[in-house]
């Protein structure tokens, strides 16, 4: 099985701040990552899928990148509606999701 | 416009059986997979299994001797069954429309505690 270690577990940052949110695979899963957002009390949104590719109606802060087994989520410029737990998804054999990270506003 | 939405007990007994439905609307269940993902405080999200738009079947190991999945393609419902319950099957589950890699849109989730 493919083992998805996400950090940090938790983050806070600055109105206006770019952060980023690491994900990394046991082994090589070419680029089948998706990324997603969860607000409390809500299912996951997607945001990025296939590594890179913004998801439809996603702000363009958001970006995603890697290759191989390290992939990173960037938010280019934090936001208020930005809080809220980011999880990473591999799709290369079957599926498994990061541990997640907690984004707050400092 | 697709949507999705989970149905089932908020409360099930330990070592009994936990039946949810997912019914779909705005696409059809012949042409997409069909997964179920559950949200626990203990593992976080888990994958559990799929259904594919034939209609056969393939669950996560950790799932697989007490986890059923099948649908209903003419009231575009997805089923869960999951039987031997423990306390620390509590969580959210979650129906969601397959794209391969990744899944796009999820139900509304249903929360179930297991306790007696």
């Known amino acids: 099985d493919i083992q998805m270690t996400q950090s940090p577990a938790s983050l806070s940052a600055s109105l206006g701040e770019t952060i980023s949110i690491e994900c990394r695979a046991s082994?090589?899963?070419?680029?089948?990552l998706a990324w997603y957002q969860q607000k409390s009390g809500k299912s996951p949104q997607l945001l990025i899928y296939?590594?890179?590719r913004l998801q439809d109606g996603v702000p363009s802060r958001f970006s995603g990148s890697g290759s191989g087994t390290q992939y990173s989520l960037k938010i280019s410029g934090m936001q208020p509606e930005d809080e809220g737990d980011y999880f990473c998804l591999q799709g290369s054999k079957l599926w498994t999701f990061g541990g997640g990270t907690k984004l707050e506003l400092k | 416009q697709v949507q999705l939405k989970e149905t089932g007990p908020g409360l099930v007994q330990p070592t009994q059986t936990l039946s949810i439905t997912c019914t779909v609307s705005g696409f059809s269940l012949t042409s997409y997979y069909m997964q179920w993902v559950r949200q626990t405080p203990g593992k976080g999200l888990e994958w559990m299994g799929f259904?594919?738009?034939?209609?056969?079947?393939e669950y996560n190991s950790e799932f697989k001797s007490r986890l059923s999945i099948s649908r209903d393609t003419s009231k575009n419902q997805v089923f869960l069954k999951m039987n031997s319950l423990k306390t620390e099957d509590t969580g959210v589950y979650y129906c969601?429309?397959?794209?391969?890699?990744?899944?796009?849109?999820w139900g509304q989730g249903v929360m179930v505690t297991v306790s007696s």
């Open positions: 259904i594919r738009s034939g209609g056969s079947t």
């Open positions: 082994e090589d899963i070419y680029s089948n």
């Open positions: 969601a429309r397959d794209m391969g890699a990744y899944f796009d849109y």
């Open positions: 296939a590594a890179n």
